[in-house]
Each structure stands twice: as C-alpha cells, then as structure tokens.
C-alpha cells in the first residue's frame, strides 16, 4: 500500500501525545521526520521516534524530498507562514485549528495552495466522529421536528495548559474562541450545513492588543433562520463539553462530543404536548479522531479527490472568529 510520508511542524507536547500517534498508526500514512526550534532537540525526538529526520526550520523539512505532506501543529501564528512554506515546497498541508490568524491569512494560505497545486485541510476532527455525524442524521430526518436552537459549551481550567502564549493575542490570535470555541462553531456550522449570517459576542475580558479573552458567549445566527449559542471559556475548574440541539418535537444532547478515541453517549427525547413521550440512549464508540482525519487526507492525496475537509470550511470558521473578537 502507498504511504504518505509525513513531517511534523511544531513538535510539541500535543505533536507528542496526539499527531504522532495518529500518524503512525495510520495505515496509508507514515512520520519520517520532526521539526522543533532545537536541532538537538529535535533528533532526541526522531530517535526516539525511530524515524530518519529531525529539523530546526518548517523551511528546511518541507524542502526534503522525502516528505511528502506536513502536519503543522505549531503556535497559531505560524500556521499562515508555515503552510506557505510548504505550499511553495509543493508539500501538501494539514494544518490544526484554528486555520490562521486572521481572514486575510486564510485566504492567502488557500491561494498559496491552489497556485502550487497542493492539498490544504485543516483539522475539524470532531466532524469526523460517529457520534456527531448520528446527530446530523436524527436532524436532517425531522425526528426531532424543525431546529430552532443549538446550545454548544466548551470550558477548561486554562491555567494548567502548557501552552503559555495562549493568552497572547499576538500569537494565540484570539483566547477560547480561537482554541476551543472554533470546535463548538465548526460543529454546529457541520450539522446545521448553512451559513452564519450574524455574529454577536460578550467577552471577558475583553479582547486588547495584550490579552485575550478568558471566557466567551456567543450568539449566531444562520441564513434559514437558526441561532445557536456558543460557551467558551479557560477560566473553569474543570474540563467538560457539551451540545444540545433543540427542535420543535425534541432534543438531542451529547456530553464530551468533542472527544475522540471514547465511548459517548446521545441522549435523544421526543416530547408532545410538553411530555416526553421517548427517551433513549444510543451508545458509540468513537474511534481515534485524529488518526481517521490523516487517514483520509492521505487518502485524498494518494487518489487525487477533494479533501475530505475542505479548506473553505476553515475559512468560513475564520471569519466568524474574526467577527467574535472584535
């Protein structure tokens, strides 16, 4: 079977823990190599890796014949500069959430990778997953009645990430909206399959040139009519997601939708008349989220079809983030 050798740009302790698993147990995918800013670093994690390359530059690894996509898991604010190196190393791109820094940025990385005639998808996983896809088609076969409102929360206590540019708008580009928000949006945008016509927020604080927000509520309207409401926040004691979508004749909820690699549990009830008249549980084992997404860009790579999540829908979630900060 072809492989799709990958480089992993920004290897971090989520590269670690997430991405290069995922990658190696990929079947059509294989890691050959690591980018971090230490060189020495990075070759004590390709050895233990047992993989052939190691770099100090997203330059230097995607100019490798060897590598033929990348896997940018860098700080956000590289993820516009890295994917253009790449593009223009005629390197196709997987770049995690969210897709840039801005609008304008995504729009130019999608030109880049049109113009080099390489692939660009950007890691929603959490469309991916059973569980999320089940709720789409409870939706679309009217078993709850008409959608009137999608209620999504994603909290965790930020202070304990590693990741301590979070809070800096000059690299984070903006705080949970941008982090965690951007999964609540994605999914909601991927079950309703319609466009955000307004976008209202409140946050906390709010959003400067020297600190992002901590914690976030949105409110967003779509083109049919639907609004939908967003939580996101780092200033909670614990970790937890949630999604509820409410239709005229029911509802449908699901905790931790966004996890990956667990078992998960939708919660579905039909009401009439103000009873519930039904209520059941449907149980799904939820396979590794990030290992399938590589698996099928790879794919789309290997067969030359369309990426399985197009890089437009990125570009959608970027303008709403954009909207949500100002």
Not at 9 to 36: C, D, H
Not at 144 to 158: A, C, R, V
Request: aromatic share 6%; net charge neutral.
């Amino acid at each position: 079977m072809k492989k799709i050798r990958y480089g992993i740009i920004g290897y971090g302790m989520f590269a670690e823990r997430t991405i290069a698993p995922a990658i190696i147990a990929s079947q059509n995918s294989e890691l050959v190599a690591v980018q971090k800013r230490s060189l020495d670093a990075a070759k004590e994690k390709a050895k233990a890796l047992k993989i052939p390359y190691a770099f100090d530059s997203a330059e230097a690894l995607a100019k490798h014949p060897d590598v033929d996509a990348v896997f940018i898991v860098s700080a956000n604010s590289l993820h516009g500069p890295e994917t253009i190196t790449a593009a223009r190393a005629h390197k196709h791109v997987l770049v995690e959430k969210p897709m840039a820094m801005n609008t304008a940025e995504a729009e130019i990385m999608i030109e880049e990778c049109r113009k080099n005639d390489v692939k660009l998808m950007v890691g929603h996983m959490v469309r991916l997953s059973p569980l999320v896809i089940r709720i789409k088609e409870l939706m679309k076969a009217g078993t709850i009645g008409k959608i009137t409102f999608i209620k999504s929360e994603f909290i965790y206590p930020g202070k304990l990430s590693h990741r301590g540019w979070l809070v800096d708008p000059k690299i984070a580009g903006g705080g949970p909206v941008f982090d965690i928000g951007v999964h609540c949006l994605d999914t909601t945008r991927f079950l309703l399959d319609d466009e955000v016509v307004s976008v209202k927020s409140q946050l906390d604080p709010v959003h400067s040139s020297g600190r992002t927000e901590s914690t976030a509520q949105l409110a967003i309207k779509f083109s049919r009519g639907t609004t939908a409401g967003i939580l996101c926040s780092y200033a909670a004691p614990v970790r937890r997601a949630f999604i509820e979508v409410i239709g005229e004749k029911g509802i449908l909820s699901a905790e931790n939708f966004t996890l990956s690699a667990n078992t998960l549990i939708l919660k579905i009830s039909i009401v009439e008349n103000d009873k519930i008249v039904e209520s059941r549980e449907e149980t799904f084992v939820v396979p590794n989220l990030y290992e399938k997404e590589v698996t099928l860009f790879s794919d789309c790579i290997i067969n030359n079809t369309a990426s399985p999540i197009p890089c437009e829908e990125g570009l959608k979630n970027q303008r709403v983030l954009d909207e949500a900060i100002k």
